[in-house]
């Protein structure tokens, strides 16, 4: 079962940008990407169940939102938060940084506790590279 993330109000508030309760498709797109989710249009249609619809036309309001996210799998939530925290601060390519990611969720999934993996990108943010993340990770009590 995937991990439940306790901010995702917090998330939808910022994005909720005209403050109406319900957030549309720019300001959808726009949390994503903040949060470190990098797909393509259609995709998040897809994750949101909005597929046949209009871009001008798309609302989630704060309720689908939490229970979509909450719903993504633990490797993805594992994916978002290496790509978030390692893309400002590393010299690595998208595509490396990619690479990266793939790498430690062979290496480390199923088992990442989202909680310990957060804990570690907060106390190392000097990490770069995989194999220096995996040594954090594991030295992490």
Request: glycine share 4%; with cysteine.
């Amino acid at each position: 079962m995937a991990t439940a993330y306790k901010d995702w109000g917090v998330i939808f508030k910022r994005a909720d940008k005209d403050k109406n309760g319900v957030i549309d498709f720019g300001e959808l797109k726009e949390a994503l990407g903040n949060y470190g989710y990098r797909e393509s249009e259609a995709k998040i249609k897809e994750l949101f169940h909005k597929e046949e619809e209009e871009d001008e036309n798309i609302r989630v309001s704060r309720i689908e939102f939490t229970k979509i996210m909450n719903s993504l799998s633990d490797e993805t939530h594992v994916s978002i938060l290496i790509r978030k925290s390692m893309s400002n601060k590393s010299n690595q390519s998208p595509a490396q940084l990619e690479a990266v990611i793939d790498e430690l969720n062979c290496i480390m999934a199923p088992e990442v506790e989202i909680d310990r993996l957060k804990k570690v990108l907060k106390e190392n943010r000097a990490i770069t590279d995989a194999n220096s993340f995996v040594d954090a990770y594991l030295n992490c009590k």
